[in-house]
């Protein structure tokens, strides 16, 4: 793993995820070998990368963390390799509860972070799709941050990045790196996905990265791909296709800095006034 304090590498592993869990961390391991080759520092997947995306198949797939077969995996390739391992989502079980769960491991292999999607995807787009996650999975209710050598960085999971409070509280908290596994579909994608990852990074100026599964047009559901980094300006710095395929992108904290100077937001925010509006639902 190379490092600079100012500068590294990411990686984004937008992987073609099969109906068979050992074949899907094979692939896994393949393409993050992959990417560190290209020398990235920190390597994130996609959302449900070790199971087929639907509710008809997390409680089949899913795992106890750490003990579970896939975050021993993770911890596994991430020592091996030396880097930064975010482990997009997997099924999570917890006694009779299921969540939607990202892990996050370091260089040495040990568990860093263990975050629970927040916002539940439960959506009806009459005509066009109807999905309701939370007829099995429960939500988390923690925001979680990991610390590198390079940043701070703040995990969400696909439709957090829908609500700008948690991108806001990230940035309040001092990551400069926000990465989403995520698996918005053929409707949502091409309508909210970029313009999100824009919104959340110019909003908060920070880089967002948006790493999604490849697309497979035989699914239950079909994703819409486009892995995507955004910079601090809010301008996508580079995106992949529907394909299988890694995304790489040197993340510059320098350059993050300029853009802080030249619009100083941060020291321009009226917290004063912002308390006393509240938020209705």
Sequence with gaps: ?????????????????????????????????????????????????????????????AEKVPEGETVRFLSEVAKKHGIYLIGGSIPEVEGSKLYNTCTVHGPDGSLLAKYRKIHLFDINVPGRIVFKESDIFNAGNQLVTFETPFCKIGLGICYDIRFAELAQLYSAKG????????AFNLTTGPAHWELLARSRAVDNQV????????????????AWGNSTVTNPWGEVVKKLDHNEDILLVDIDLDYLD?????????????????SGVQSKH
């Design 1 to 61: 793993m190379e490092m600079s304090s100012r500068k590294f590498t990411l990686a984004l592993v937008q992987m073609l995820v099969g109906t068979n869990k050992a074949e899907n961390l094979k692939k896994a391991e393949h393409l993050i070998e992959k990417a560190v080759s290209k020398k990235a520092a920190v390597v994130a997947l996609g959302e449900c990368f070790n199971s087929p995306y639907g509710t008809p198949n997390f409680a089949q797939y």
């Design 175 to 182: 990551c400069n790196l926000l990465i989403y596994p995520g």
């Design 207 to 222: 880089y967002v990265a948006t790493v999604s599964i490849a697309r497979n047009e035989n699914a239950h559901y079909v």
């Design 258 to 274: 300029e853009v802080r100077q030249q619009i100083p937001i941060k020291i321009q925010r009226r917290d004063d006034v912002y």
